[in-house]
């Protein structure tokens, strides 16, 4: 697939054309952002630990039904993905009250929520993507009420999901943000999930220990965001259990799930 002009550049991806007007290229960089932009860093092998994690969690969705923008992983930074109109709302879906959550309304933080929470932001960087009601999605026209409904049944089986998944090695799923977008089928216009869910997307503590293993490290100055991620993939079976990665070598293990196949 040929790599075209860029069309966009986020915070931590690029996306590129690609021979195929239905289809674009994600590029995942090494930047990691916080705060709405006041902090910022490069963590060396980052884009290549989310690729991958993004891969695994988005193709194992499609497995169950949920269709989303991933066509494949085409090297250790990009993804050949469909192109969508992004739907200009981040839906942000809470098992556990941390983060802003917790400032905003005091609650105590790792309250354990009864029932899952999706909270709307509106995608503007500018304003710092405040939170929203459902109520301002119609007014404001950004999504359609049969597009929410569908995003919001889509939300809680990828919620159910992923807790699965992430419990099953040992991990517990607080939080996450998700977005989704309008693609063309048969001339009708159709939801689907799109963007990325990696430890820069998700908050994810280890079952037992409550050890962050996520973007909180760099968030709250942790440290070891590269070993953390890396812990994730492995134990998602990504990369394998005697991978030794440090944010120097993690850029050749990408290619080590290929090659043992
Ligand atoms: N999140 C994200 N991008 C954003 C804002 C939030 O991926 O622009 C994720 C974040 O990683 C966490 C969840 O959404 O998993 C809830 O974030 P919260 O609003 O608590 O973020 P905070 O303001 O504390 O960073």
């Known amino acids: 697939m ?10 931590a991806k690029i996306i590129y054309a690609s021979s195929d007007k239905n289809l674009v290229i994600q590029y995942f960089k090494d930047d990691a952002t916080a705060f709405n932009n006041q902090k910022k860093s490069t963590i060396e092998g980052k884009g ?50 941390t983060g802003s959550l917790t400032k905003r309304l005091g609650i105590e933080d790792g309250t354990v929520l009864k029932e899952p929470l999706i909270e709307y932001c509106l995608k503007d960087d500018e304003l710092g993507d405040p939170l929203i009601a459902e109520e301002h999605i119609y007014a404001f026209e950004w999504a359609s009420k049969k597009e929410i409904e569908k995003v919001k049944k889509m939300i809680l089986r990828i919620n159910d999901f992923m807790i699965g ?18 693609v063309k089928l048969n001339g009708k216009s159709e939801v689907i ?29 942790l440290g070891d965001l590269i070993p953390a991620y890396t812990e994730v993939a492995k134990r998602l079976g990504i990369l394998h259990e005697q991978s030794n990665v440090t944010a120097v070598n993690v850029t050749k293990l990408s290619s080590v799930k290929k090659k043992s196949k």
């Open 193 to 221: 999930l799109a963007d990325e869910i990696s430890p820069d997307t998700c908050r994810l503590w280890d079952s037992i220990t409550e050890k962050k293993l996520d973007k909180d490290r760099f968030r709250k100055d």
């Open 48 to 97: 290549v630990l989310n690729n991958r994690i993004s891969e695994h969690i988005l193709s194992n969705l499609s497995q169950i039904g949920i269709k989303n923008h991933l066509v494949k992983r085409l090297n250790m930074r990009e993804q050949l993905i469909k192109f969508v109109e992004i739907i200009p709302i981040e839906f942000v879906v809470r098992n556990v009250a």
């Open 2 to 11: 040929k790599k075209g002009k860029k069309l966009y550049e986020g915070k």
């Open 165 to 182: 998944m992430f419990r099953g090695v040992g991990i517990k799923l607080i939080d996450f943000k998700l977005e989704f977008g309008r």
